[in-house]
């Protein structure tokens, strides 16, 4: 009978209108962890009103929006995408934000998103990700030649082409992430000196670059995955002496090592790197080596000199994958790695 009267009240109380007993300020926070067409949509609920142009984060993904309306891409949804951009900009309220995510084909309004993203940078966004539907249809120095904020922490690019004449200031940042951009040595540079507060560096299939060097002070990590066909007979130089953890992936290009002198963990997926006189770091702790397959020598001789060099290595842990080896270069590699001679004598090498 007590467990009766218990679901009772529980019933009773379950018709209450929770959400609209929530404070404006955390439905605020709910709205803006919505694609921004879904927050802009509850205008029309009557506890919602016009909370949504207070919201920190603004979403516009162009993929989103064309299954929201059922239709598909063309010049006429890509008008009514822009103008619905521009409408929810001029509602926007609040002062500041924390987010701005934009996609779409950026060749079909280079002028709307150049003045987009300069609403942004005004209300000092925190973290900006820019992705073009359509290979890299559009250069960013081009719409946007000077690329200032002292706010901006986190920057993600994805298929565009760094190039020709710009300026970058962004002093707070600490993360970038170049994916698919076409770059030279020389726009890398000019890109990366701009960044004095950089921690965090991720670079995935990058055009036309051929050398990574860099003079960062503060960066402490790097991503690199290098598996587009332009690097199958091409090599990368890598030079970053104070760098501490270093993530590689590779399928296809030659990496020459001149200098990772300071790297403390290191996780390699795929590598064939070539180093005849490596400057690796003593100070080594973990290394992963994840995936080797038919590079297997060149892995094999990575491993030795990752182990001759490592004073205070504590473990290098070799992960295959199923059926890229046969058994008997597998074993060849299991027992070479095993028997050699090694600069830590607490190191382990371990196979899973």
């Known amino acids: 009978m007590k467990l009766s009267t218990q679901k009772h009240i529980y019933s009773v109380k379950d018709n209450r209108d929770r959400l609209g007993e929530l404070p404006d300020d955390i439905i605020v926070r709910i709205l803006s962890c919505l694609p921004t067409i879904d927050a802009v949509r509850t205008v029309l609920l009557r506890r919602f009103g016009n909370l949504w142009t207070l919201v920190h984060t603004l979403n516009f993904d162009y993929t989103a929006y064309l299954d929201k309306l059922c239709v598909w891409g063309n010049s006429e949804h890509i008008q009514w995408y822009c103008h619905f951009i521009r409408n929810v900009l001029m509602l926007h309220q609040n002062p500041s ?193 994840h995936g080797y397959g038919k590079s297997w020598k060149s892995q094999l001789r990575l491993t030795e000199l990752l182990l001759k060099s490592a004073t205070l290595l504590d473990k290098l842990v070799i992960v295959p994958i199923e059926g890229r080896l046969k058994e008997a270069d597998e074993l060849k590699f299991v027992k070479h790695a095993s028997e050699f001679p090694r600069a830590s004598s607490t190191a382990r090498v371990i196979f899973t």
């Not at 770059?183 to 036309?208: A, H, T």
């Not at 953890?245 to 990772?260: H, K, N, W």
């Open 97 to 289: 934000i924390d987010k701005f995510y934009l996609s779409m084909e950026f060749d079909e309004a280079a002028d709307d998103i150049r003045a987009w993203l300069m609403f942004a940078l005004g209300r000092k966004a925190k973290e900006i990700r820019l992705y073009d539907d359509c290979d890299y249809n559009y250069s960013l120095s081009s719409i946007l030649p000077k690329f200032k904020s002292q706010f901006l922490v986190t920057l993600d690019l994805d298929y565009c082409t760094l190039e020709g004449e710009f300026e970058v200031k962004l002093g707070s940042l600490q993360k970038l992430s170049l994916y698919r951009v076409r770059m030279s040595n020389k726009s890398f540079q000019s890109f990366i000196s701009g960044c004095p507060s950089l921690q965090e560096l991720v670079i995935r299939s990058p055009g036309w670059l051929t050398k990574l060097s860099f003079s960062v002070p503060n960066i402490t990590k790097l991503s690199l995955s290098l598996t587009d066909k332009y690097y199958e007979k091409k090599s990368l130089s890598l030079n970053f002496p104070i760098l501490k953890c270093l993530y590689l992936e590779s399928q296809l290009c030659q990496i020459d090592v001149i200098d990772i002198s300071s790297v403390r963990d290191v996780y390699i997926n795929y590598p064939q790197v070539e180093s005849p006189s490596p400057h690796f770091s003593p100070e080594l702790q973990t290394i992963i080596v």
